[in-house]
T-cell receptor, first 123, second 108 residues
Framework: QLQLEESGPGLVRPSETLSLVCSVS??????????WGWIRQPPGKGLEWIAS???????YYNPSLESRVAISIDMSKNQFSLKLSSVTHTDTAVYYC???????????????WGQGTLATISS | SYDLTQPLSVSVSPGQTASITCSGD??????VSWYQKKAGRSPFLVIY???KRPSGIPERFSGSNSGNTATLTISGAQAVDEGDYYC???????????FGTGTKVTVL
């Protein structure tokens, strides 16, 4: 059974870099034909897609975050990661990792989500 | 950027029908998914490819997409259906996965 689990620091100072890891169990990333992605939800606000990556290294970023974001995949650890630089309080959010679609357009929807991890940006 | 607009809130009496709209430019040319989101929980897929229900989703959930508007309909709404609902699509022109603004559904 596919499971995703986010991990991260919880608290990050403004202007620093937020680093998050999604550990995947139940399926091998190296054998998967899916895209893997990050989505966030600031307190009291809506869902926002951040980035997606495939095992072959195809990467897509939200244009509004592209200058600050980097997504990567480590198939030896069966993990994928997100780095968000120069964070401000507006980056405070619950961050979810998810298995996206077999195509970047994800027409089949997003079925598998992690439980989410809260990242708070504060000094 | 490509935007998807939803009403802030929808109220429905138990057993009645709730319709949630999602508006975007030429949306009928894109596939739309719908998610239920409850506080403290991860989003939950209820409709994909405009009108398909994932396994285990009750038949009272249905979807449609025509023109610039996609619609999620909950027929015979139940208290358990309360929550926030988000539409989602992919915009190829901006290569972006986009979520709607979200609609709070209240069953009372």
């Amino acid at each position: 059974q596919l499971q995703l689990e986010e991990s991260g620091p919880g608290l990050v100072r403004p202007s620093e870099t937020l680093s998050l890891v999604c550990s995947v169990s139940g399926v091998s990333l190296s054998g998967s034909s899916y895209f893997w992605g990050w989505i966030r939800q600031p307190p009291g606000k809506g869902l926002e897609w951040i980035a997606s990556i495939s095992k072959s290294g195809n990467i897509y970023y939200n244009p509004s975050l592209e200058s600050r974001v980097a997504i990567s995949i480590d198939m030896s650890k069966n993990q994928f990661s997100l780095k968000l630089s120069s964070v401000t309080h507006t980056d405070t959010a619950v961050y979810y990792c998810a298995r996206m679609g077999t195509l970047i357009a994800t027409p089949e929807g997003i079925v598998h989500w992690g439980q989410g991890t809260l990242a708070t940006i504060s000094s | 950027s490509y935007d998807l607009t939803q009403p802030l809130s929808v109220s429905v009496s138990p057993g009645q029908t709730a319709s949630i709209t999602c508006s975007g430019d030429e949306l009928e040319n894109k596939y739309v998914s719908w998610y239920q989101k409850k506080a403290g929980r991860s989003p939950f897929l209820v409709i994909y490819e405009d009108k398909k229900r994932p396994s285990g989703i009750p038949e009272r959930f249905s979807g449609s997409n025509s023109g610039n508007t996609a619609t999620l309909t909950i027929s015979g709404a139940q208290a358990v259906d309360e929550g926030d609902y988000y539409c989602q699509t992919w915009d190829s022109s901006t290569t972006s996965l986009v979520f709607g603004t979200g609609t709070k559904v209240t069953v009372l």
